[in-house]
Nanobody, 126 residues
Framework: QVQLVESGGGSVQAGGSLTLSCAAS?????????TAWFRQAPGQEREGVAA????????HYTDSAKGRFTISRDNAKNTVSLQMNSLNPEDTAMYYC??????????????????WGHGTQVTVSS
């Protein structure tokens, strides 16, 4: 049984930082296994924020995350982290970890992911 468990969410003031972690268990990694972070604010669609591929650590970011967020993975610990800096109120959302085997060109498509965590809330106040 595949499980993804997120942690690290919370409340922070604008300009602050948070690090989210996704602990994974229950599957065998393959080269094209991708782990991603999505977020969803109330009334909005789920948005891909960042993704990383197991085989070569290739990463992807949505434009609003570039230069502020860093995704990384620790294969020994089976964790994927999202370091978020310079947070602003627009980053407020529920953040979800997602994983699956997919074409990296589709990394931002939520429908391409097989496994999902339950989410962790990030709230940024101005």
């Amino acid at each position: 049984q595949v499980q993804l468990v997120e942690s690290g969410g919370g409340s922070v003031q604008a300009g602050g930082s948070l690090t989210l972690s996704c602990a994974a268990s229950g599957y065998t990694y393959t080269t094209n296994f991708i782990t991603a972070w999505f977020r969803q604010a109330p009334g909005q669609e789920r948005e891909g924020v960042a993704a990383i591929r197991t085989g070569d650590f290739t990463n992807h970011y949505t434009d609003s995350a570039k230069g502020r967020f860093t995704i990384s993975r620790d294969n020994a610990k089976n964790t994927v982290s999202l370091q978020m800096n310079s947070l602003n109120p627009e980053d407020t959302a529920m953040y979800y970890c997602a994983a699956g085997v997919l074409d990296a060109r589709q990394w931002a498509e939520a429908s391409e992911y097989t496994y999902w965590g339950h989410g962790t809330q990030v709230t940024v106040s101005s």
